[in-house]
């Protein structure tokens, strides 16, 4: 992984900061979110500008470029992969380290006074734009919108917004159709007396209306945005997508249906200057229900008296609690369908994916990483990286797949010689880790923050940490990353956690330049036995939805307790039953032979 | 416990609200918080205004009174008090229960169009007028300062505010003299450019200047406030308190001084007018640094543009890390120094405590428990509720004192006859919590609130949770609860653990109607051995400081790890070597057989 070379992209993003032709005034410091229009983790290639400028391609980044500096914002999991990214243009701020500087002191710190700081406020989030200017001004600088964006100004060879055909989903997927939805959501803006509704995340649309796409890789949604009236429905999307047959079909565009429901299709460029027209026809007492991570220029076309923001969406709230007909789904969609390098081994795991029934695409870029390349928390094997994977070193595969009843994300971490003591230490904490999560008894309505140092204590012990969370909410055939539940460390984005989410459970360890261990499973949120159930508040605990044997070599038995012990041989008793009766149906007797050999119980020496 | 009635005086306040005397407009609801105008937890009993209209009398409460209604928010630790304490005049909002509205909300609901809402600015923070005022107003409605305050108005014998004299702390005690500190918090405002500093909470200006007062019960603190200029120092306070030689001597008032250490002297009152003519005389770029909980009087008496807030100070932060004098201290105020009714229980554990050397006063009101007293958390016994110990119930004991050389606070839970199995079944989780706390290693800079479900754990496998948070910070001969550290899953007010702060770890588990369990030892952040030390970030754990011996008779042994028994057993073992040689110094022969035989070491069946 050698850097980009950028000082000639600076140099020209330098020049149209202080051209006329783009900016009204000169700007002395530019921002460049990671993010699309619609605040998504995974973006189109079109809209990977962060990438482009700067050659750091994580999924979380935030670029500031001065007249004199360059620098970039990020998290514990991509430190080492930026680094090996960007060239000497470049100030890595490593965020969630004590001395790093806030993107606001460090503009201050570092801007003359009186500057102008620009952003495109379709990227920035209202709540960002919000903070950041609040900090400047309170500094004497101002953050101002800027309509062009400076990086597409330089970007000659940018490629086009995607444009897919669509999938659709029936009930029997999604367990509701998308009338009925529109049903709840109306009931829900009734509650909370607002009139109009601004769906703005990708996978928030995609799911109102039970469609798919692919215009993100990984991510099955679409480019569009959704208005929804008490009494209106619009949908705002580009190309041809609406001539499909089935798609018309499915939304009922040709049918006589009563006007609530009839979908008024409209170009997706168009959002902003129909938005204008809903904010300057309200009257007063009516109000407009947008996330707070809408764009900036979004909220803006709504005038402020109007305007009613929350931090999670009721989509997003009803998205997260999977219905009976997801979850089965989601079942179904963790039981097989499905000497070499990193590539070939990420390849072969694709293509047995691919076999599977529902397959739709992979729900991320697998990570095959095999000794070193494993500490790089989010690696992604490229020619130039690309190690052989060996009897001498731990081998880490994260992968998923998004099949049309569900989404998959499983890490396992593999040795396939012998491992050294200390790699089954690690690899041990972090499978006490793992199960601690899994195994956990918490009230209903617990934030799953507080779940997150259950994984970490066995490494805590022993004065070893990972810099990223525990886990995050899974989509059903959506986003393998969404909100508003997780486990981490973190509080913010954190809804209190109900029967039916889904979430994963992955707790890692990383030796920078040796080795990575993860083990991922997703796990579903369900109803637990106690003996006294929090005076009726009820109990919950997790049952795992992955079933993939965990590498019994790897594991130092004499770290696990009994109970921990018991833990990994009923789950691996309950992979033999489920995948192995499968893998029997499919006749595949060699994966079979295998499977029995790897869930043989653990035996723990008192 | 029999409610106060309060008919009369809510329709004496109704009418206060609406009189041209008071208001410029008739308010329709007035807001009581629970502070006095340095947000203190604990106050003096001239502001205890919020006790005196709704009669709950707990550390926490905001009582609202509209016209129609009266309302009291109150959170988990005062359920059971406040049901008991308000008559029917009054509604109980739970705070913390998923379907209780905020204050905000319910005074939309209530409230008929374009009310007004009125409330002390003296007594309101600064942030929650902020939060308030612009919920309100986006309903239509205005929040507005009320200068008299109507409680006072109507409250014909008001006690006077206390003025006792002061204790001067020289540096044996506090390890720092108070120009030394003078001299850090300079350093501090000149980092962040700030050219005054205004010291509102009563801990910060006794901490600040090594004084110690009484004039709020259980806090050693006395009604003062104080303003740093780069070369000056102002100290607000009255009475003739700065009349005692000792005083005199200890603040160097008639010595020559070099100038940016002489002290003025001016009346309490006068503190709004002097940081009035501070604020008029600002030019641009010169800030005043304020808590974000300051007064919104005080806070308005800066313009904005020249307000520097922060939700810690500089003090705050100092005081919370305890330095080698006080870390000493609070060790040597951990050690004794120190058929019968609740009360008499209480004030024998007072006499005690009084016999010792350096006691000042209690740290906090004895909450002496017994059978089902002690499922209200914050109980404090009265002659109505008076219950005799017996030998058939739960006795729970959390007392505390003010010693010159520290500050303690320590809970235990004892059975003097039988405990039937489930009591010892609910105390033997709450042990496992305390232990899982105690016993626990992380990296440094881990803040608290990822530590308040290792509590949590044993309770939650049965289906068992307690209501309140697992520690607070505690000062050194200052407030028994103080911040800007905690353990708790309230994740505000929660900064980073470094050795040297002190916490409570006081996890607990209450049956209504039948019994409380409580086990609390004040502990000391320790730097702890680890075998990979986080890659040199550091690991920490806990030190106990309070040294009494937990009941055995209470364990269900069966229940505890092998490491839970031995960690009981080391801290017995520590408590007959430290306390027993004071014992034996003291002669105290009886209490020193007591000792030895309450710390017997526990056998574990394998």
Chains 1, 2 share one sequence.
Not at 490 to 495: C, H, I, R, S, V
Request: aromatic share 10%.
């Amino acid at each position: 992984m050698s850097p980009k070379i950028t000082t000639e992209l600076l140099k020209q993003l330098r020049q149209v900061m202080k051209s006329p032709k783009y900016v009204q005034e000169p700007v002395q410091a530019y921002i460049v979110p990671s993010g699309d229009a619609h605040q998504s983790e995974y973006i189109a290639p079109c809209d990977c500008r962060r990438a482009f400028i700067s050659g750091f391609d994580g999924s979380a980044g935030t670029a500031i470029v001065t007249e004199q500096h360059a620098a970039m914002w990020t998290d514990g999991r991509y430190f080492l992969q930026a680094a090996h990214q960007m060239d000497n243009n470049w100030t890595l701020m490593k965020m969630g380290l004590k001395d790093t500087p806030t993107q606001e002191d460090w503009l201050v710190s570092v801007l003359p006074e009186g500057s102008k700081v620009g952003v495109d406020p379709f990227i920035i989030p209202a709540d960002q734009w919000k903070r950041m200017s609040k900090a400047l001004r309170s500094a004497g600088h101002d953050l101002v919108p800027v309509k062009e964006n400076l990086i597409d100004t330089i970007w000659t060879d940018c490629p086009q917004r995607p444009c897919k055909p669509l999938i659709t989903l029936d009930p029997s997927y999604t367990g509701v159709s998308w009338r009925d939805k529109i049903v709840a959501l109306r009931s829900k803006m009734a509650e909370r007396k607002v009139l109009w509704f601004v769906v703005t995340a990708l996978d928030e649309v995609a799911w109102l209306f039970n469609l798919r796409g692919s215009d993100v890789e990984y991510n099955p949604v679409f480019f569009a945005y959704a208005v929804i009236g008490m009494n209106t429905i619009r949908l705002f999307i580009d190309g041809d997508r609406m001539m499909d047959p089935a798609v018309r079909e499915h939304l009922q565009l040709d049918s006589t249906l009563e006007p609530e429901f009839k979908i008024q299709v409209m170009p997706y460029g168009s959002i902003l200057s129909e938005l204008q027209a809903v904010g300057a026809g309200l009257s007063p007492k009516e109000k407009v229900w947008l996330s707070d991570k809408a764009s900036y220029a979004l909220t803006e076309a709504i005038p402020k008296a109007y305007r009613y923001l929350t931090p999670y969406t009721p989509i997003c709230i009803a998205k997260a609690v999977k219905n009976a007909s997801e979850t089965e789904g989601m079942r179904r969609a963790h039981v097989p369908k499905g000497t070499v390098t990193e590539i070939i081994a990420a390849d072969k795991a694709e293509e047995f994916r691919s076999q599977q029934k529902d397959f739709v695409e992979l729900s991320f870029a697998t990570i095959s990483s095999t000794g070193p390349n494993g500490a790089i928390i989010h690696y992604k094997p490229v020619p130039e990286t690309n190690r052989t994977l060996s009897v001498n070193e731990i081998y880490l595969l994260d992968s998923g797949a998004q099949y049309k009843d569900g989404t998959t994300d499983v890490t396992r971490t593999m040795h396939f010689g012998i491992p050294s003591a200390y790699e089954k230490e690690c690899f041990t904490y972090v499978l006490k880790g793992h199960i601690a999560v899994s195994a956990a008894i918490f009230p209903n309505g617990t934030k799953g923050h507080l779940l997150d140092s259950f994984a970490r204590s066995a490494l805590w012990d022993c004065g070893l940490d990972y810099l990223h969370g525990t886990g995050h909410g899974v989509g059903s055939f959506l986003n393998v990353h969404e909100g508003p539940c997780g486990i981490s460390y973190k509080t913010f984005a954190d809804e209190p956690l109900e029967a039916g989410m889904i979430v994963s459970d992955e707790p890692g360890y990383y030796e920078d330049g040796s080795f990575g261990v993860r083990i991922e499973n997703v796990v579903l949120v369900i109803p637990a036995e106690t003996k006294y159930n929090f005076k009726n508040r009820g109990s919950l605990t997790f049952e795992p939805l992955t079933l993939v044997p965990i590498q019994t070599k790897m594991i130092d038995v004499n770290l696990l307790t009994q109970k921990e012990c018991n833990w990994v041989n009923d789950y691996h008793q309950k992979c033999r039953e489920v995948i192995g009766a499968e893998l029997e149906r499919q006749g595949r007797h060699e994966a079979l032979r295998w499977l029995i050999q790897e869930t043989e119980p653990l035996i723990r020496v008192q």
